[in-house]
């Protein structure tokens, strides 16, 4: 290997050149679905033609640049490396269809060992979960006529559809001798459709609930409210996430925008009532969840510096505009300066985050 921080790589063997990426369980990229796999040798075939067309350019991009003088301006090695970004760029990234569910668990109380009583309120609540994602994607007539399969490919195999998992809360109850979980599961939507389709099950085509979402966000510098919605908003870039892993078709400032009247609104932002009926009457969405986030910068008496985090949001029922939930969350962190306001902010956006989403489950599961 080469020193001096400089990349080294081995001269492969003919074998090893005429070997096609992949086939001896290493790595098998992307680009082996542009057809065959393809072999190091035509690889570097392929990067002749990328390096000629620099060289009679008479020059390299920056960023190409970068990576040949990181190569150790080894020829070689940087027009492989090039059609392997040019090539993993180009084909892309399949898309993971994600849904996220709240639920809880609980189990009896095994005084001798907590951990047994954890992992089967845990079990529990994972199978509580995959019915709230069946009852999403089936009606009760289509679940009760396919229960058989509900409980034997999906509810029986939870693990195989976990992307991911987080305990929300957790409780022992001496009084009732039973240990509660509450937890938020992210399944593989996706698979979960493939698996249940193989085996007969056929899903209702019904809308995704809506939701319309605006966030009035000025974490960076000074903005007029003119400007507001014209700049992204890290707090409802999160809320918009979770909302679509939760199954919800979530109408964000990028549609909200085409309105093209900024001045309504803002105003429905700030509570007017009659703003957020017109807002409601452009989507026909059930939820609509409006709010501000801000940093408040705070000098304490003995000179210390502090920056709070504050969201203040209200979610409200698209057809009756009924305030369903409300909530202020503030998160205080110290100011050190640079982009502390926006940590801030973006650290009290996962705390409203998660709340908006238990109400949500909550309001979807009794509605």
Same mark, same amino acid.
């Given at each position: 290997?080469?020193?001096?921080?400089?990349?080294?790589?081995?001269?492969?063997?003919?074998?090893?050149?005429?070997?096609?990426?992949?086939?001896?369980?290493?790595?098998?990229?992307?680009?082996?679905?542009?057809?065959?796999?393809?072999?190091?040798?035509?690889?570097?075939?392929?990067?002749?033609?990328?390096?000629?067309?620099?060289?009679?350019?008479?020059?390299?991009?920056?960023?190409?640049?970068?990576?040949?003088?990181?190569?150790?301006?080894?020829?070689?090695?940087?027009?492989?490396?090039?059609?392997?970004?040019?090539?993993?760029?180009?084909?892309?990234?399949?898309?993971?269809?994600?849904?996220?569910?709240?639920?809880?668990?609980?189990?009896?109380?095994?005084?001798?060992?907590?951990?047994?009583?954890?992992?089967?309120?845990?079990?529990?609540?994972?199978?509580?979960?995959?019915?709230?994602?069946?009852?999403?994607?089936?009606?009760?007539?289509?679940?009760?006529?396919?229960?058989?399969?509900?409980?034997?490919?999906?509810?029986?195999?939870?693990?195989?559809?976990?992307?991911?998992?987080?305990?929300?809360?957790?409780?022992?109850?001496?009084?009732?001798?039973?240990?509660?979980?509450?937890?938020?599961?992210?399944?593989?939507?996706?698979?979960?459709?493939? &698996? #249940?389709? !193989? +085996?007969? @099950?056929?899903?209702?085509?019904? *809308? $995704?609930?809506?939701?319309?979402?605006?966030?009035?966000? /000025?974490?960076?510098?000074?903005?007029?409210?003119?400007?507001?919605?014209?700049?992204?908003?890290?707090?409802?870039?999160?809320?918009?996430?979770?909302?679509?892993?939760?199954?919800?078709?979530?109408?964000?400032?990028?549609?909200?925008?085409?309105?093209?009247?900024?001045?309504?609104?803002?105003?429905?932002?700030?509570?007017?009532?009659?703003?957020?009926?017109?807002?409601?009457?452009?989507?026909?969405?059930?939820?609509?969840?409006?709010?501000?986030?801000?940093?408040?910068?705070?000098?304490?008496?003995?000179?210390?510096?502090?920056?709070?985090?504050?969201?203040?949001?209200?979610?409200?029922?698209?057809?009756?505009?009924? &305030? #369903?939930? !409300? +909530?202020? @969350?503030?998160?205080?962190?110290? *100011? $050190?300066?640079?982009?502390?306001?926006?940590?801030?902010? /973006?650290?009290?956006?996962?705390?409203?985050?998660?709340?908006?989403?238990?109400?949500?489950?909550?309001?979807?599961?009794?509605?």
């Amino acid at each position: 290997m080469a020193g001096g921080g400089r990349f080294a790589i081995p001269n492969p063997s003919p074998e090893e050149l005429e070997r096609p990426i992949g086939t001896d369980g290493g790595i098998r990229p992307a680009m082996t679905a542009f057809g065959p796999v393809i072999s190091i040798r035509c690889l570097s075939a392929m990067s002749e033609v990328v390096f000629s067309a620099f060289r009679l350019s008479g020059k390299l991009p920056f960023g190409f640049f970068g990576i040949y003088t990181a190569t150790g301006y080894n020829t070689q090695m940087f027009k492989t490396l090039v059609v392997w970004f040019a090539l993993a760029s180009a084909v892309g990234q399949p898309s993971i269809e994600l849904i996220s569910v709240y639920a809880e668990g609980a189990a009896p109380l095994n005084e001798k060992d907590y951990i047994i009583s954890r992992d089967a309120a845990t079990k529990d609540a994972l199978g509580n979960a995959l019915w709230s994602v069946a009852t999403i994607l089936l009606t009760q007539e289509e679940i009760e006529f396919n229960l058989g399969t509900i409980n034997e490919f999906l509810i029986s195999r939870g693990m195989d559809y976990v992307q991911s998992y987080k305990f929300i809360e957790e409780q022992m109850d001496e009084e009732s001798r039973t240990y509660t979980t509450g937890m938020q599961f992210t399944f593989f939507l996706d698979h979960i459709k493939l &698996v #249940l389709a !193989e +085996r007969g @099950v056929t899903f209702d085509q019904r *809308d $995704k609930p809506k939701v319309a979402l605006l966030i009035d966000e /000025r974490s960076v510098g000074v903005m007029d409210d003119a400007s507001f919605i014209l700049l992204p908003s890290s707090a409802e870039k999160r809320l918009e996430e979770s909302l679509v892993k939760m199954g919800f078709n979530v109408i964000s400032r990028g549609e909200i925008r085409k309105l093209g009247d900024n001045e309504q609104v803002l105003s429905a932002v700030k509570g007017d009532v009659d703003a957020v009926s017109w807002l409601a009457r452009q989507y026909d969405a059930e939820f609509i969840v409006l709010g501000r986030a801000r940093p408040i910068s705070q000098t304490e008496d003995d000179g210390s510096k502090w920056v709070e985090g504050e969201i203040d949001a209200k979610v409200y029922d698209g057809f009756t505009l009924e &305030v #369903l939930w !409300e +909530r202020q @969350v503030v998160e205080r962190i110290e *100011d $050190k300066g640079g982009g502390s306001g926006f940590r801030a902010v /973006r650290m009290a956006a996962e705390t409203f985050d998660d709340e908006l989403q238990e109400f949500l489950y909550e309001s979807i599961n009794t509605r």
